[in-house]
Nanobody, 127 residues
Framework: QVQLVESGGGSVQAGGSLRLSCAASGYTGSRNCMGWFRQVPGKEREGVATSYTGRGSTYYADSVKGRFNTSPDSAKNTVYLKMNRLKPEDPAMYYC????????????????????WGQGTQVTVSS
């Protein structure tokens, strides 16, 4: 059974940094599409970043480009999201997602039909 567990969320001041982790278990394969999404109450879940472990390619939402960095560690079955220069508009529940279909990472935009999702980790930013 595949399980994704996020960690690393918390509260930070605006301008600060956090690193989120997503540990995958029961999930095999070296070429996977890993995504990070976020959601605030009353709004749709939005894509933040994706990484395709087969090529090391990444894709970012315009709102986080240049501030966030996602990096998979295939040896540890873990993907990270380093968030720098956090802004008051970044607070949300952050979710990681995984899928073996590489094309979901390689198309423009963010797909939301990933096969596997974590439970989320909360990020709060204080001004």
């Amino acid at each position: 059974q595949v399980q994704l567990v996020e960690s690393g969320g918390g509260s930070v001041q605006a301008g600060g940094s956090l690193r989120l982790s997503c540990a995958a278990s029961g999930y095999t394969g070296s070429r996977n599409c890993m995504g990070w999404f976020r959601q605030v109450p009353g709004k749709e879940r939005e894509g933040v970043a994706t990484s395709y472990t087969g090529r090391g390619s990444t894709y970012y939402a315009d709102s986080v480009k240049g501030r966030f960095n996602t990096s998979p560690d295939s040896a540890k079955n873990t993907v990270y999201l380093k968030m720098n220069r956090l802004k008051p508009e970044d607070p949300a529940m952050y979710y990681c997602a995984a899928d073996s279909a590489a094309w979901k990472c390689l198309v423009a935009g963010f797909r939301k039909d990933y096969n596997y999702w974590g439970q989320g980790t909360q990020v709060t930013v204080s001004s």
